[in-house]
Structure formats: structure tokens, C-alpha cells
């Protein structure tokens, strides 16, 4: 029998009059259906969302919905930030345990830039910032409530820490043979097979302390600047595939910029798995390598990010933001001026006043 033969392809019509007969009748069995037609209901979420936002909660009378109400923002960057590690902690931890043989430097931005992707998309609840330097810019200059700028940290530090601890007990054999013993667990510049640069970023040998804070400056700031470019509908904007267009913005950032300190551009993505590995047994070298270099992707990030926004906005940006007000904001920081415009909405095409808020 010829199967192509006996099935004849639906038209655009056809498949909406299936859909529609199947939505009146609830059965499968209309006519002009074929095996290529729905075989089921679509979800509609349409009066699950209406009656969450009527109760403050979907099912008001359960305890965990109502704990999920009010922690659904700092769940989701959890595990926005939670599959980011995962994706990142693990394609380093296979390259290098296998020592290079399944994969290689490409294959780590390539790992990084998809955990970015998918962390963005699971934690889209929340803005899916997964970053607390990105937080820290979005409350600068996109009015992101300072209120959640700690609980947004903390959610994603943790995020970071139970993913790495995730990723050590996936590989913790693999990490004995590649150390040289049970138990042995050595920090880079301290052993020719230390393991810890799998969890965290440390410097290579030949960085000043200078090099050091502008390699994560640099990046953050070309991270931060990117971010408002792929949201900015007023530029070209990347609309609903801002998630793809952050991965090649980590993977260039990987494949460029990341050698000389591993590109952390992320507090959460470097503290948060340091300080588990110090808890695994890594000892006081992952706070002392580099000469104390555990600071700078704690502190770069939120200058980078913080500048990078700025130049957005300065320079592009022609929405509502404080970089588009008298003296591009700073009248803020000037005590006999921070009053004086208090109050006044701001024409963002003509930068006029328009009218008292």
C-alpha cells in the first residue's frame, strides 16, 4: 500500500474546521480530521490566571500555593540561576576532567552561552535576570524595585551554590582520579591538577590586579549594554528571542573575552559556587589564589553592568530612564539640586517637561 497516497495533506481551512468542530464537540472523530489534525485540547490557562489573580493565589485554601505565591519571583531566579550552573559548572567539569577529550574551550562557551539561554527561559517570571549585577542595573535605570534587589540576590547565590554542589557529587569520581586520590582536592596555581577551577573562575598567572577587575569590567559592561539592546523595541529588539540572542552574547563573551579571567560577570555565578567548594573541602586557596582575586567578579559586575546601562541609555536610548533627565540624572547626587526637578515627567523624544506627576 502507499501510505502517501491514501493521505491527503489539510488546507489552512481544513485544519481550522477540524479545530473548531473538535472545541464544539469535544470528540476526535470530526470530519476532515486526519492523523495530522489535533488530537486533543489546547491548554488555556486564560481562567487559571484570572482566578490566580482574583485569590492572590490559585487554590487560597492550600498552604503550599500560598507559599509559592509569595516566593514565586525568588524561586524562579533560583532556578533560572540553578540550570545556568548546571549547564556552565558541568560542560567545564567535562572538558576538564576528561582532559580535554570531550570538548574543549569552544565547547565551554558553547556550554555557558546555552546555560544562559535556558535559565532565561525557565525563570521569565521573574524578569529572569539570574545575575545580581543585572538586578543591581535594572534597579539604576529600569525602575526594578530596590525592595527585591536583596531577596533576588539571595535566591540566586543559592541558586548557584546548590547547582555546583549538584555538579561535584555528579563528577566526585571523576574529580578523585583526575586529583590523583580519594579526598585530594587542589586549587589552581597550588597543583598541576587542581579541579576547583570547575566551580568558580581564577585568574591565569600572569594578571595583575588591574587586568584582573578590567577583564570582568570590560565584560560586564558589553554584557549589561547588550541586555538593554536585544530588550530595546525602539532599537531592532530581539522580542521573544532575546533568550537566543543572550547566548550569543555569552558565547562571544566567552570565545573573546573569557581566557584571561574566566568571565564570571556574575557574583552569583562565582561567589555562590566558591563558597561551596570551600564547604567540599577545597580549603582556603579558593579565597587566597590569584592573590585574593575572589573579590573582583564580586565587585566588576556591578560596575561593568552599571556602566554598561549607562552608555545604553546615554547614547541609544531614548525611553524613560534616568540618563534621559536634567544632567543625565547625576542633579540626583548634588545636594542644592536633587529637589529641584522632583516631581516632573520628562518628554523622552523632546526631553521637555510635560506635565507634574
Known amino acids: 500500500m502507499d501510505i502517501a497516497k491514501d493521505i491527503s495533506p489539510l488546507s489552512p481551512v481544513d485544519i481550522q474546521v477540524s479545530h473548531v468542530e473538535h472545541k464544539r464537540t469535544g470528540s476526535n472523530e470530526t470530519k476532515g480530521t486526519s492523523i495530522f489534525a ?41 532556578m533560572g540561576t540553578f540550570i545556568l550552573i548546571m549547564f556552565g559548572d558541568g560542560v567545564v567539569a567535562q572538558v576538564v576532567l576528561s ?54 540576590t539571595l535566591a540566586q547565590v543559592l541558586g548557584a551554590m546548590c547547582a555546583s554542589g549538584v555538579v561535584y557529587a ?5 574529580i578523585d582520579t583526575f586529583e590523583g586520590g580519594v579526598g585530594i582536592r587542589t586549587v589552581p596555581g597550588y597543583s598541576p591538577n587542581a579541579s576547583a577551577g570547575i566551580f568558580c573562575t581564577y585568574p591565569a598567572e600572569f594578571m595583575t590586579k588591574t587586568g584582573q ?65 570551600y564547604f567540599l573541602g577545597y580549603g582556603h586557596e579558593v579565597w587566597a589564589a590569584g592573590n585574593y582575586y575572589f573579590w573582583v567578579p564580586m565587585v566588576a559586575p556591578f560596575l561593568g553592568c552599571t556602566f554598561g546601562g549607562f552608555l545604553y541609555d546615554a547614547l541609544l536610548f531614548t525611553g524613560e530612564s534616568p540618563v534621559n533627565t536634567p544632567y543625565l540624572g547625576l542633579y540626583r547626587f548634588i545636594p542644592g539640586m536633587r529637589h529641584a526637578y522632583d516631581g516632573i515627567k520628562w518628554d523622552p523624544e523632546t526631553m521637555k517637561e510635560t506635565s507634574p506627576v
Open 213 to 277: 577587575f578590567f577583564s570582568e569590567f570590560i565584560a560586564s559592561t558589553l554584557l549589561m549594554f547588550l541586555i538593554y539592546a536585544l530588550k530595546d523595541d525602539g532599537n531592532i529588539g530581539a522580542g521573544p528571542l532575546t533568550p537566543l540572542g543572550l547566548f550569543f552574547v555569552i558565547f562571544g563573551i566567552g570565545a573573546c573575552w573569557g581566557w584571561e579571567t574566566g568571565y564570571a560577570i556574575n557574583l552569583a555565578r562565582d561567589f555562590g559556587p566558591r563558597l561551596m567548594s
Open 38 to 78: 489535533e488530537t486533543g485540547p489546547t491548554i488555556d490557562r486564560s481562567k487559571t490566571r484570572e482566578a490566580f489573580t482574583k485569590s492572590k493565589s490559585s487554590n487560597p485554601g492550600l498552604t503550599w500555593p500560598r507559599i509559592r505565591h509569595a516566593l514565586r519571583e525568588p524561586f524562579s531566579e533560583f
Open 99 to 152: 582532559n580535554g577529550e570531550k570538548g574543549d574551550y569552544q565547547s565551554i562557551s558553547w556550554g555557558w552561552g546555552l546555560g544562559v539561554m535556558l535559565g532565561v527561559y525557565a525563570s521569565g517570571i521573574s524578569g529572569a535576570h539570574i545575575n545580581p549585577a543585572v538586578t543591581f542595573a535594572n534597579c539604576v535605570f529600569r525602575k526594578f524595585p530596590w525592595r527585591k534587589f536583596p531577596i533576588y
Open 170 to 174: 555528579n563528577y566526585k569520581s571523576a
